[in-house]
């Protein structure tokens, strides 16, 4: 007998090799009925998998959110089978879950179009609509080689190959059609559902190799149930009706272009959005008590190498030699230059803590295939800073930095939407103590300002662990933006000092921290979430003057003069076109205050505002229309 404990704390005996499903059934028949998975001890299993040890049971159901993914897993087998069921000759290869959905890779001479995928969807609901039971069943190794070479999978043979020997060969029949898988599975492709849609097609080389073969990806979402297919499928249409470039396009922002990829052209109206970001930034920062400095953007390599950023980093820099045989590179990063202003001349406990800040430039190669826009570039600028500090003073140094990020955030209109903390990686520097004391502190300073972490294992930066702060936009994506980094290492490795109240020199402790982190994403995700229509303070064109005849063209200028002398960024439009026509086209580039003027309002020393996205105009004096727009374009760190 086994002894299962449920997730109320109750705990039942049941004959060693029970399967979930008899446990399910052993609960309640509309429990067994409902069941699709089963989660001992926090391993997912068939519903058909024997038990074989005591455990902490949970019967996984539909509306489970680790259901979800297995789903997703099964969906991605749905479609290999009615690919090959399609398109015979089409080889199977891999077909894992991503987010929000999966995609399989296939191996096929002839190449696939979108206009298939009607077909495919449609064979597979039909699987769906068969209910095929799917079985697990453990082979040979030499067996299941065989049997994949035999029947045309050569990938699925080299993929057995390669699996450890002591791991088992698990293969999921599904109907007649089988796949190499560790599973788990749904018990049959009728609990697939059909909440699914293929969504796009890829090229991808065989394990990511540009060596081996080119496959041909199908992706593909699926979700629980069709009104979360629905709902997915709306924040498609509106991820992409607020794309940052389609936008950047319309408003004139910002343009890329190949001969520099990744690297940003900002066009006037962009670089006023820009700059009225950072100069909010850094505002901010410097009301919380940093220093702005400026550093070289190439240096010597040797330095790169004594902070270790060539060792663990050199891959993502660009290097260039000089006629005098120097290497040198450029920086990708602002932390190394900051510890060198640092130690320029002796430093005492009583300056600690040093915070430090440069909307540093920085280069770092990305594959060109990574690119996207703004939202990963090659040449960005980061709102950077660091904090010398001793270690007393990480704690509340950290919370205060958090309460900064959420006022930024907030003042920003996007919200903090989770924090996550990444742990040490496997490629690191300093010793295990320091990483541990680093952890702890980070997640009892994020406590004490009210968040609570989730630990995120490998994923820490070479010299220390990193809090990452991300934020939730208008139609629910979220973003890593905001870090903050604790490290012993730097320091040590360059040599970092101060004098302690003993008379002593003592290393400090180096906090890296951005909170919007790189300028170029975090413009990005404001355009998506705002869908380019800005408050009235970041807008880059706050106001255009627009005229309604031509005899208001006097009147509509010293208009505009006035709104400038407020502040305002002011535009007029005093073309010989009709209103009508004026009001589209300044609302297709976001201008969030249209101020119409005609002869009444020049006569009457007045102008009628007209807000984006609003049919109605409200009239009012000049005097009041300066007051209200001024009023509402001050930051709202001025105010």
């Not at 998506?528 to 303070?537: I, R, S, V």
Request: glycine content about 6%; charged content about 30%.
């Amino acid at each position: 007998m086994i002894q299962l404990t449920f997730p109320d704390g109750q705990a039942r005996e049941f004959p060693k090799g029970v399967t979930g499903r008899e446990v399910a059934a052993a609960i309640s028949k509309s429990l067994e009925k409902k069941a699709l998975l089963v989660k001992l001890d926090g391993e997912l299993l068939d519903l058909k998998r024997p038990l074989e040890h005591d455990g902490r049971i949970e019967i996984i159901t539909r509306d489970a959110p680790e259901a979800l993914d297995v789903i997703r897993h099964d969906t991605a087998h749905v479609l290999a089978e009615a690919v090959q069921e399609l398109f015979p000759g089409t080889q199977v290869t891999i077909g894992p879950n991503v987010e929000d959905g999966f995609y399989y890779d296939f191996a096929r001479d002839e190449p696939f179009s979108t206009e298939d995928f009607a077909a495919i969807e449609s064979r597979m609901r039909e699987i769906v609509d068969r209910d095929e039971a799917i079985t697990r069943e453990v082979w040979d190794r030499d067996e299941a080689i065989r049997h994949f070479e035999e029947i045309g999978e050569a990938y699925k043979a080299q993929i057995i190959r390669d699996i450890p020997a002591k791991e088992p060969i698990s293969v999921y029949r599904q109907g007649g059609w089988k796949d190499l898988c560790r599973g788990p599975h749904l018990p049959s492709t009728r609990h697939v559902g059909k909440a699914f849609k293929l969504t796009k097609l890829a090229g991808a080389y065989w394990r990511g190799n540009q060596a081996n073969a080119q496959l041909q990806r199908i992706y593909g979402t699926a979700w629980a149930s069709d009104a979360d297919l629905e709902a997915y499928l709306h924040r498609l249409e509106e991820a992409e009706r607020r794309d940052h470039r389609r936008i950047g396009r319309a408003m004139n922002l910002f343009h890329i272009q190949e001969e520099g990829k990744g690297m940003v052209f900002w066009h006037p109206k962009g670089w006023t959005l820009y700059r009225t970001l950072e100069d909010y930034v850094r505002r901010r920062t410097e009301r919380a008590g940093y220093v702005e400095v400026s550093t070289p953007n190439i240096l010597d390599v040797s330095l790169w190498e004594r902070s270790g950023h060539w060792e663990k980093f050199h891959e993502n820099m660009f290097v260039c030699e000089t006629a005098e045989d120097e290497t040198l590179a450029v920086k990708p990063m602002n932390c190394p230059c900051h510890v060198q202003i640092f130690n320029q001349g002796q430093r005492s406990y009583r300056e600690l803590p040093i915070r430090m800040m440069e909307f540093g430039v920085l280069h770092r190669y990305e594959s060109s295939g990574s690119l996207l826009g703004l939202l990963r570039v090659r040449r960005m600028i980061q709102d950077d800073a660091h904090i010398f500090c001793t270690e007393e003073q990480i704690e509340s140094e950290s919370t205060d930095f958090i309460e900064l990020l959420k006022l930024i955030y907030a003042d920003l209109g996007v919200e903090l939407h989770s924090v996550k903390l990444a742990l040490r990686p496997e490629r690191r520097f300093g010793t295990d103590e320091q990483w541990t004391i680093a952890e702890d502190t980070l997640e009892r300073a994020a406590n004490a300002a009210g968040v609570e972490v989730e630990r995120i294992p490998n994923e820490g930066a070479f010299y220390g662990p990193k809090l990452e702060f991300h934020l939730r936009d208008a139609i629910g994506r979220t973003w890593q933006c905001g870090t903050l980094q604790l490290d012993y290492v730097l320091p040590e490795r360059l040599d970092a000092t101060f004098i302690g109240e003993d008379g002593g020199k003592h290393r400090p402790v180096m906090l890296h921290r951005a909170i919007v982190g790189t300028m170029e994403r975090f413009l990005g995700v404001l355009i998506e979430h705002y869908a380019g229509a800005f408050p009235l303070w970041l807008s880059p064109v706050q106001a255009v003057v627009a005229t309604i005849t031509s005899e208001a063209d006097d009147y509509a200028i010293s208009v505009a003069e006035k709104l400038r002398k407020a502040g305002l960024r002011v535009e007029t439009d005093l073309r010989n076109e009709k209103v009508g026509y004026k009001v589209r086209e300044h609302s297709m580039a976001k201008v969030p205050v249209l101020a119409v003027v005609g002869r009444r309002e020049a006569e009457e020393g007045k102008v009628a505002l007209r807000r984006l996205g609003s049919d109605r105009q409200n009239v009012m004096t000049l005097d009041e229309a300066v007051a209200a727009l001024s009023a509402e374009a001050t930051p709202p760190d001025l105010r």
